[in-house]
T-cell receptor, first 117, second 109 residues
């Protein structure tokens, strides 16, 4: 399977714990995005990487959230001191560099469903 | 005004019907437009990009109206398997996508 992969697919944690999610983009894609989706809403942008550089962060991304893409390949999203309001589906997407076919469109992974108790 | 707005539906249609969804966007600088399909508890999957001249992919036709700032999706000859939530997304430049909340479609036998 050459699509975007995410791990874990599900995570249940207690309030106050830290969690980390991983995303592996499509191999030739240099752009990687993190979104959050709650029930009845569309995906909401969190942050975006071009190669290893984090180029944009949403104001939704509080200080408790941090994302990295150290070698320009996979990315991690960490949430510290989780709160019940963090319960959501966390989606990762990737897109190819300009000039390649499919530029502009983003391709999503299966998501990590987080439940904070 | 929200950046991207969609009628949440649900749209209930019989098999074989033609159904159309609209999506309005507020940022006139938006440059790229997409329709995604999302099944329950799954990730969004790209259905089609929307080009200025309009484009068709089988039973699906997408249109862009820049003057009125909306995009549309037409589904002809609806199938049971078309039941899903349809998300529109817009983008300025090469940055992120802004999604609508989605329109739910239910196709019944």
């Amino acid at each position: 399977d050459t699509g975007v992969s995410q791990d874990p697919r599900h995570k249940i944690t207690k309030r106050g714990q830290n969690v980390t999610f991983r995303c592996d983009p499509i191999s030739e894609h240099n752009r990687l995005y993190w979104y959050r989706q709650t029930l009845g809403q569309g995906p909401e942008f969190l942050t975006y990487f071009q190669n290893e550089a984090q180029l944009e962060k949403s104001r939704l991304l509080s200080d408790r959230f941090s994302a990295e893409r150290p070698k320009g390949s996979f990315s991690t999203l960490e949430i510290q001191r989780t709160e019940q309001g963090d319960s959501a589906m966390y989606l990762c997407a990737s897109s190819p560099r300009p000039g390649l076919a499919g530029v502009g469109a983003q391709y999503f992974g299966p998501g990590t469903r987080l439940l904070v108790l | 005004r929200k950046e991207v707005e969609q009628d949440p539906g649900p749209f209930n249609v019989p098999e074989g019907a033609t159904v159309a969804f609209n999506c309005t966007y507020s940022n006139s600088a938006s440059q790229s437009f997409f329709w995604y399909r999302q099944d329950c508890r799954k990730e969004p999957k790209l259905l089609m990009s929307v080009y200025s001249s309009g484009n068709e992919d089988g039973r699906f036709t997408a249109q862009l109206n820049r003057a009125s700032q909306y995009i549309s999706l037409l589904i002809r000859d609806s199938k049971l398997s078309d039941s899903a939530t349809y998300l529109c997304a817009v983008r300025k430049g090469y940055s992120t996508l802004t999604f609508g909340k989605g329109t739910m479609l239910l196709v019944s036998p």
